[in-house]
């Protein structure tokens, strides 16, 4: 019969499954032992020696007998003293049925949502997105009016490594970028306050590496070339020492080895640099006396009507 002292019971208790732990000093509210413990003493039989104190009751809690809710866990131990987890022997993993699997707020000001910190150089990926569904792996939705907020703000600080890289290995679109609003706002803009390139684009088979379709008015193409830029505002490729084996009509390119610039009209090349005898070429007097050779254009065959020149007082006509 329990010893009631200052209405506490005092009792020796052993449990009767052998392999299990044994309790083998309690003190409790009273000797039916419900969840009304207040302390034990348990006995681990495979190490025969005491390992644990369980505080247990309304307003208490402890380890053996009862569990941490994860805003209790955050603070156990002292005000964020349980924030941290040390995943040394497997990932922490979170999953979601019918729910969101993780939710993320943040009501300060001036305060990070979500922090990732990488440190391992020896590789491995600061964040790495598995996605099977059938929606989007990652959705942003910006719902600030502010204009200073941006969806998506990403800083290399590195020297050698790349600020992004998509890679689509499935024949569908790598990278789509669409405004659906009507106002003035740029759909894209890339801003470079390097000397490299600010857009540079690839293609590594047959395709076209750069289509631009305009369906509203206004010029397809605007290149705007600041005041004082010692550069042109289009350059051709360097390294074309010859023309293209098979052109497509309205086709463009430099010939670096005759320093000329090609048009393609579907049947030919046509020179768009040096002068020629076309129609659509004008020469000086000059010019044209040494057109085709030095002096090869100083006869003028004046087939179909004289040769007529006139000229405005006080200036003379020949001289």
Not at 69 to 85: D, H, K
Not at 113 to 133: E, F, K, P, Q, W
Not at 238 to 255: C, I
Not at 275 to 298: M, P
Request: aromatic share 6%.
């Amino acid at each position: 019969m329990p010893a009631l002292i200052d209405e506490l019971f005092f009792v020796i208790r052993t449990n009767p499954d052998p392999s299990g732990t044994a309790v083998i000093f309690g003190i409790y509210e009273n000797h039916a032992r419900a969840d009304d413990n207040i302390l034990e003493f348990n006995k681990d039989p495979a190490t025969s020696g005491l390992y644990e104190v369980a505080v247990m009751g309304s307003g208490l809690s402890g380890p053996a007998s009862s569990g941490n809710t994860l805003g209790a866990a955050y603070n156990q131990g002292g005000a964020g003293a349980g924030s941290i987890i040390t995943a040394d022997t497997g990932a922490v993993q979170i999953f979601g049925s019918n729910n969101s699997a993780l939710i993320l707020g943040q009501t300060s000001n001036g305060q990070d949502t979500l922090v990732v910190s990488h440190n391992a150089t020896g590789g491995g990926h600061g964040i790495r997105l598995i996605y099977d569904g059938s929606q989007d792996a990652i959705n942003i939705l910006n719902g600030s009016i502010s204009t200073l907020s941006k969806s998506l703000d990403i800083v290399n600080a590195s020297t050698a490594g790349q600020l992004g890289r998509l890679t689509q290995t499935a024949n569908n679109i790598c990278l789509e970028v669409r405004k659906n609003s009507i106002g003035i706002g740029d759909c894209f803009q890339a801003i470079n306050a390097g000397i490299g390139k600010c857009a540079y684009i690839e293609q590594a088979i047959s395709g076209i590496a750069l289509e631009i379709n305009h369906f509203n008015t206004g010029p397809l193409l605007n290149l705007i070339s600041q005041a004082g830029n010692p550069r042109g505002d289009i350059s051709f490729s360097k390294t074309r020492t010859s023309d293209p084996s098979n052109p497509d009509e309205s086709d463009v390119w430099y010939n670096t080895t005759d320093k000329n610039l090609y048009l393609f009209d579907g049947s030919s090349n046509v020179d768009l640099t040096q002068q020629n005898t076309d129609n659509n070429t004008q020469n000086k007097l000059g010019e044209a006396y040494n057109e085709g050779g030095a002096g090869a254009g100083r006869v003028i065959t004046a087939g179909a009507g004289a040769v007529q020149i006139d000229g405005q007082t006080p200036s003379h006509v020949i001289r």
